[in-house]
């Protein structure tokens, strides 16, 4: 069964590492993108949810706002992502958006009280090292500095929804709150769409349910099934593959090919991360 959930988690990762090429496959704006990510996710959860008979209660007024403001990051946290892809590459994107672990790492002792170790710092300072290699100046005129930056920003509000989603795990299921979490986005973002400056190509009516029912719904059901038969640890280390498969997939499909500079930063930033995974599950 541990080969079972071996093939399910590196299915997952592999679809969360070539959902940001949609990025670069869909001219549209990253609202938009999103706001068809969301929608066509939350459909399809929501269809399995109804198999299932997972009920869809909200428990008290107090987590119905924390929903909508769940839903309110993510939708953020993706934006911000596929806006750093579509300005910079694909690598800058998925290895600056890996920072979110040292982000929960920093954030999640001032949020549940818990001890802050030296060694948390120490891996946020190789972290930092990392992007400084990505990042070829400080000049903002620059649009692989500027992707970094916004791919820094949605591994921060990442790592701000991982933190809130671990508040809450307990009470409802992971399923679930993904579903209410993509919902809640769509539903945000849609009086936004008429802001925006847009029209679908004929190819973007395959590639967005692709990438909503796909690289989403269907990448998060398998990261979660994937938990009744690997270690936690085992899942988090593997989900560090999402920018290598990205790059990967980026190389055959785009022609994409990152320099020296960036592969040497993002080796420094994965290693870390996956060097701080195991110290934490460890300790």
């Given amino acids: 069964m ?3 959930g071996l093939l399910e988690i590196h299915i997952a990762v592999i679809l969360f590492g070539l959902s940001g090429l949609f990025g670069k496959f869909l001219t549209l704006p990253p609202l ?5 990510r969301t929608f066509f996710a939350a459909l399809t959860l929501s269809i399995i949810l109804a198999g299932f008979k997972i009920p869809f209660r909200v428990k008290s007024r107090r987590d119905f706002f924390v929903l909508i403001l769940l839903g309110i ?3 953020v946290h993706w934006i911000t992502f596929f806006h750093s ?7 800058v994107g998925l290895l600056t958006f890996s920072t979110f672990p040292i982000f929960v790492t920093l954030m999640e002792p001032v949020f549940f009280k818990e001890k802050f170790r030296p060694f948390d710092m120490l891996t946020a300072g190789f972290v930092v090292v990392g992007l400084l290699w990505v990042i070829p100046s400080f000049d903002f005129q620059n649009n692989i500095t ?7 920003l949605s591994g921060f509000t990442f790592a701000v929804l991982s933190i809130l989603n671990r508040k809450y795990v307990g009470t409802y299921p992971p399923m679930l709150m993904v579903c209410c979490q993509n919902g809640t986005a769509t539903l945000i973002l849609l009086p936004f769409l008429f802001l925006e400056n847009w029209a679908l190509r004929p190819a973007d009516y395959v590639l967005l349910p692709v990438l909503g029912i796909f690289c989403t719904a269907l990448a ?4 979660i099934k994937s938990l009744v038969h690997i270690k936690t640890q085992l899942a988090s280390i593997t989900a560090c593959l999402e920018p290598v498969y ?3 997939f980026a190389f055959f499909l785009l022609g994409e090919i990152p320099d020296a500079r960036t592969i040497l930063g993002g080796g420094i930033i994965l290693g870390t991360i996956a060097l701080a995974t195991l110290k934490r ?3």
Avoid: D
């Fill in 146 to 152: 500027l992707g970094a930056f916004w791919g820094t």
């Fill in 281 to 283: 599950r460890s300790s």
């Fill in 220 to 223: 998060h059901v398998l990261f």
């Fill in 85 to 91: 892809i579509q300005i910079s590459t694909v690598a």
């Fill in 32 to 36: 938009v993108i999103v706001f068809g």
């Fill in 73 to 75: 990051i993510l939708a």
């Fill in 246 to 248: 990205g790059i990967i």
């Fill in 2 to 4: 541990k080969r079972h």
